[in-house]
DNA sequence: ATTGAGACCTGTCGGC
DNA sequence: TGCCGACAGGTCTCAA
């Protein structure tokens, strides 16, 4: 369940668990998720102290005492639970045992998830952490650098959204959420936004609003769980736009492989 | 360099 | 009831 704010509930969910813990044993139950374990990574983990545990869009990153980060991520359907007694269900893949006596579980059906350890030795460590676009709740990202980011792109700007070098942290849901509050459509090419003059246009004003917004307020719903009435658009097809005073109906369409959910009525 | 298509997995849901 | 295809909140790689 994972784009930025259900990671962001993750790792609250998580992090009073093993943040200042020691992790006394990691049981690998596989040896890969979507790419194999680094070498040693039991070994490495075990004895281990978490110092903190921060979310870079959607990944997880915990600094160890080693002096070592582990980096996770959620795919698209991996999830933690943390628990004062062990549990086992199918597709538990990692479990962390804390000094705390706390279990932290990993659990992922589809294994599209990932964790790793990023070295001393190479801080860089993971590409596409090093190449990821601003934290969307950050001062870093604003009209500017969305319109920046959006110069010269040909792609739409819905997939533009979905590119983490773009912004990070938005996924299928927020990125048509975000569309929609803006009124923007999802099938404008990116570069429409993209700055004029050496100032943002309004449409990128209205669209870094908008994704601040969206993410904010998922966020603090601590919306986790599949609440597509929630939704203003997603998994709405052919229900009434709520935009006061639209007409419209809820549009699904596919771009890039993936279903997109807007109101032609009201998004331009 | 950018872009679209396909690949990676398992589970669920709707239709016949 | 059972089978079968479509689809699912994400990347990654490859070829054009």
Redesign the pocket.
């Known amino acids: ?3 930025l704010p ?1 990671v962001e509930a993750v790792r609250r969910q998580i992090a009073p668990a093993m943040v200042g813990a020691r992790i006394s044993r990691v049981t690998l139950r596989r040896d890969n998720l ?1 790419t194999p374990f680094p070498p040693r990574f039991a070994d490495r983990l075990r004895g281990r102290i978490v110092r903190s545990l921060d979310r870079r ?2 990944y997880l990153i915990a600094e160890l005492s080693s002096g070592e980060r582990l980096v996770m ?1 959620l ?3 991996g999830s933690f639970r943390a628990e004062r007694s062990p549990t086992t269900v ?2 538990d893949h990692v479990v962390f045992t804390m000094s705390s006596g706390i279990i932290v579980t990993f659990n992922d ?4 998830g ?1 964790m790793t350890l990023v070295t001393k030795e190479a801080p860089a460590g993971h ?2 952490l090093a190449a990821m676009g601003p934290e969307p709740l950050s001062d870093s990202f604003n009209a500017d650098t969305l319109a920046a980011a959006c110069a ?5 700007l819905k ?1 533009a959204l ?1 590119d ?1 070098r773009v912004v990070a942290g ?4 927020y990125a048509s959420e975000a569309l929609h509050v803006a009124g923007l459509s999802p099938r404008r090419r ?1 570069s429409t936004i993209a700055t004029r003059g050496g100032a943002p246009r309004e449409s990128a004003v209205r669209l870094a609003a908008a994704i601040k917004q969206v993410l904010r307020e998922a966020i603090a719903r601590k ?4 609440r597509a009435s929630r939704f203003r658009v997603y ?1 709405r097809e052919g229900e009434p736009c709520r935009t006061k005073g639209c007409k419209g109906a809820v549009r ?1 369409i596919t771009q ?4 997109t959910f807007f109101c032609p009525e009201c998004q331009r």
């Open positions: 369940m994972p784009e259900e979507r869009g959607k991520h795919g698209m359907s199918p597709h059906p589809r294994r599209f990932l590409a596409a010269g792109k040909r792609v739409s997939v979905l983490q938005l996924g299928n849901i990116a919306e986790t769980a599949y998994d699904r890039a492989g993936r279903s």
